[in-house]
T-cell receptor, first 115, second 114 residues
Framework: AQSVAQPEDQVNVAEGNPLTVKCTYS??????LFWYVQYPNRGLQFLLK??????LVKGSYGFEAEFNKSQTSFHLKKPSALVSDSALYFC?????????????FGQGTTLQVKP | DSGVTQTPKHLITATGQRVTLRCSPR?????VYWYQQSLDQGLQFLIQ???????AKGNILERFSAQQFPDLHSELNLSSLELGDSALYFC?????????????FGNGTRLTVT
């Protein structure tokens, strides 16, 4: 069965500092990995995805994520955090063998960026 | 704006009642997914439709049902409502079921059961 773990309920960083939001996954076969962000009272917005190729994936709003197959991780990163990045972040996985397209989501990590 | 439209935005109803949530996918998207978001359960996949047919089923209760119509909009029906059904219900859509295709989410319907 597919699963995603986000080990931190909350991450606190100061504005201008680098940020990392952690994600590990479990899936049979090749994984397809996604990050989404949710602002209060809004739906989830797609940030970036890893399908194949380079392990470092660049996405929207200056975010990037690093895929590590040996550690089964897909951590979200940003070199310099903004207060406006404060939101709820979800990692999600889809198995290569999946013929449904559904995504399995982690529990979410709240990112708090302080001025 | 994701292009996915969900109505209503808010719904307050009593236990034992039945409600219908509506979703219009992005133009051109054939697949619709329903998710439930609650504080204790996180984001749970309920059910998926592709081009009018059920494609995958997740943790959907028997009291819940859904369908996708020929114009591709979808409805999620929740009946015999319980307090624990209070949650944010999201609809998402994708162009295909291809692994490369991200899901695009609506802003959700917040259901409160009193």
């Amino acid at each position: 069965a597919q699963s995603v773990a986000q080990p931190e309920d909350q991450v606190n960083v100061a504005e201008g500092n680098p940020l990392t939001v952690k994600c590990t996954y479990s899936v049979s076969g090749n994984p397809y990995l996604f990050w989404y962000v949710q602002y209060p009272n809004r739906g989830l917005q797609f940030l970036l995805k890893y399908i194949t190729g380079d392990n470092l994936v660049k996405g929207s709003y200056g975010f990037e994520a690093e895929f590590n197959k040996s550690q089964t991780s897909f951590h979200l990163k940003k070199p310099s955090a903004l207060v406006s990045d404060s939101a709820l972040y979800f990692c999600a996985v889809r198995a290569h063998s999946s013929n449904t397209g559904k995504l399995i989501f982690g529990q979410g990590t709240t990112l708090q960026v302080k001025p | 704006d994701s292009g996915v439209t969900q109505t209503p935005k808010h719904l307050i109803t009593a236990t034992g009642q039945r409600v219908t949530l509506r979703c219009s996918p992005r133009s051109g998207d054939l697949s619709v997914y329903w998710y439930q978001q609650s504080l204790d359960q996180g984001l749970q996949f309920l059910i998926q439709y592709y081009n009018g047919e059920e494609r995958a089923k997740g943790n959907i209760l028997e009291r819940f049902s859904a369908q996708q119509f020929p114009d591709l909009h979808s409805e999620l029906n929740l009946s015999s409502l319980e307090l624990g059904d209070s949650a944010l219900y999201f609809c998402a859509s994708s162009r295909t079921v291809d692994y490369n295709s991200p899901l695009h989410f609506g802003n959700g319907t917040r259901l409160t059961v009193t």
